[in-house]
C-alpha cells in the first residue's frame, strides 16, 4: 500500500533552506519516493487551516516512508528544515 507524507511549512530564512531543496530529492528517491505536490501555495477551500506551502511525497509503502524520514543521512537536512520554516508533517496510508 503506498504512503504520503504531506508537508505543511512557512519559510522563515528562504537563502538557509535552499540547502534542503537542494540535496533533499536525493534522498527522497534513495527510498523510492516521488514529489505529488513540490512547494505548491494552497488554495483554501473551506474550514480555517491556513497553510501557506504544501509538499506532497508519494512512497511505495508506509515502510519506505519511514525509512527516509529515520535515514542517518537525511538527519542534518531535516534539522536544516526544521532552522529554516515552520513546518507540520504527517504521514497518510494511501488505499491501494
Not at 25 to 52: F, L, N, S
Request: glycine share 6%.
Amino acid at each position: 500500500m503506498k504512503a504520503y507524507l504531506v508537508l505543511d511549512f512557512a519559510v522563515r530564512d528562504l537563502p538557509a533552506f535552499m540547502e534542503y531543496v537542494r540535496k533533499i530529492p536525493g534522498h527522497i528517491a534513495k527510498h523510492g519516493g516521488r514529489y505529488i505536490v513540490q512547494g505548491a501555495e494552497p488554495t483554501v477551500m473551506e474550514g480555517d487551516w491556513r497553510p501557506e506551502r504544501m509538499v506532497i511525497l508519494e512512497f511505495p509503502s508506509r515502510e519506505n516512508a519511514t525509512a527516509f524520514l529515520s535515514d542517518p543521512d537525511a538527519q542534518d537536512l531535516f534539522a536544516v528544515r526544521h532552522r529554516t520554516t515552520i513546518s507540520k508533517l504527517v504521514l497518510v496510508d494511501g488505499n491501494e
